[in-house]
C-alpha cells in the first residue's frame, strides 16, 4: 500500500539573511527569513512526510516559539522526521518538490540538494526529485519578497 502526502512553505525573503535550500547556501543578497535556517524546501518535504503518514505537520513537532530550533539547521527537521515516520511502519518511496523562486537561478545547486534530501532521508537520490520556477515576476514571488515551495511524498506501508 501506497499513501501520498503534500507539503507547502512560504518564507520571505530580506537583505543580509542567508538563503539555504535543501542545505545548499546559496549566494544571493537576499535571504530567507526564519525562525530556524528559513530552509522551506526541507520545510515542505517534512510536511509532506508527516501528511503522508498522518502524524500532524512540522509546527507541531518543531514549534518556532521553541528556542531549541532557533537558528537550527532544518537538516535535523527532516532526519528526526524520518526517524518518526519510520517507528510509524512507513519507509519513503519517492519525494517530489518545486521551489519557486524568482532570483537567482538555482540550476547549478540543484544536483546537491538532491544530495543532501537523500542523504538525510536515507534513500537512494534517484528516489528525490527537485525542480525550480518562477512565477514569470507575478506575486510575491516576483516581486522578491517572499518564495515558495511545494513538494509531494509518497510512503510504503
Ligand atoms: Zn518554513
Redesign the pocket.
Known amino acids: 500500500m501506497t499513501r501520498t502526502g503534500i507539503g507547502y512553505?512560504?518564507?520571505q525573503l530580506a537583505d543580509g539573511e542567508k538563503l539555504i535550500i535543501g542545505g545548499v547556501e546559496i549566494p544571493s543578497p537576499i535571504g530567507s527569513v526564519?525562525h530556524?535556517d528559513?530552509?522551506?524546501l526541507i520545510?515542505?518535504v517534512v510536511d509532506a512526510l508527516l501528511g503522508a503518514a498522518a502524524l500532524g505537520d512540522?509546527g507541531q513537532f518543531f514549534p518556532s516559539e521553541d528556542e531549541t530550533w532557533k537558528g537550527a539547521s532544518?537538516s535535523h527537521f527532516l532526519a528526526d522526521t524520518v526517524k518518526r515516520i519510520g517507528d510509524a511502519g512507513f519507509s519513503i518511496n519517492n519525494v517530489d518538490a518545486t521551489i519557486i523562486l524568482q532570483t537567482p537561478k538555482l540550476a547549478e545547486y540543484i544536483s546537491q540538494m538532491k544530495y543532501n534530501l537523500a542523504y538525510s532521508m536515507q534513500v537512494d537520490e534517484s528516489q528525490v526529485s527537485v525542480k525550480a520556477t518562477t512565477t514569470d515576476r507575478l506575486g510575491f514571488v516576483g516581486d522578491g519578497s517572499g518564495w515558495a515551495v511545494q513538494a509531494v511524498a509518497t510512503l510504503i506501508v
Open positions: 512553505d512560504v518564507h526564519g530556524s528559513g530552509d522551506a520545510h515542505a512540522i532544518s
